[in-house]
Nanobody
Framework: QVQLVESGGGLVQPGGSLRLSCAAS????????IGWFRQAPGKEREGVSC????????SSSDSVKGRFTISRDNGKKTAYLQMNSLKPEDTAVYYCAAVRFKGICPLDAMDLWGKGTLVTVSL
């Protein structure tokens, strides 16, 4: 079964950290570029971070640059999002997504999506 499953979300205080995982199955993981996206209540989904399929080059949005780190382990078919110095405005449902044979993560052209994991940053 082709799927992406996110885990690791939860409630964390401002300034805290979380690591999200995205486990892939049913497809050749190393052929896919992986992106993390998020959608806050009442807002549109936005890109957070992206890691390419071949070089492993990464990119992140300005709002999380320096705080979030994306990585991948092709042997484990898993991608990660390490989130540090979390802020209340990081509260959102976080989704991982995969796109084949591209080096970028276009929001409207990802091939596969997970169901998301909720991150809540609050006292």
């Amino acid at each position: 079964q082709v799927q992406l499953v996110e885990s690791g979300g939860g409630l964390v205080q401002p300034g805290g950290s979380l690591r999200l995982s995205c486990a892939a199955s049913g497809f050749t993981f190393e052929y896919y570029t992986i992106g993390w996206f998020r959608q806050a209540p009442g807002k549109e989904r936005e890109g957070v971070s992206c890691i390419s399929m071949r070089t492993g080059s990464t990119s992140s949005s300005d709002s999380v640059k320096g705080r979030f780190t994306i990585s991948r382990d092709n042997g484990k078919k898993t991608a990660y999002l390490q989130m540090n110095s979390l802020k209340p405005e990081d509260t959102a449902v976080y989704y991982c997504a995969a796109v084949r044979f591209k080096g970028i993560c276009p929001l409207d052209a990802m091939d596969l999506w997970g169901k998301g994991t909720l991150v809540t940053v609050s006292l």
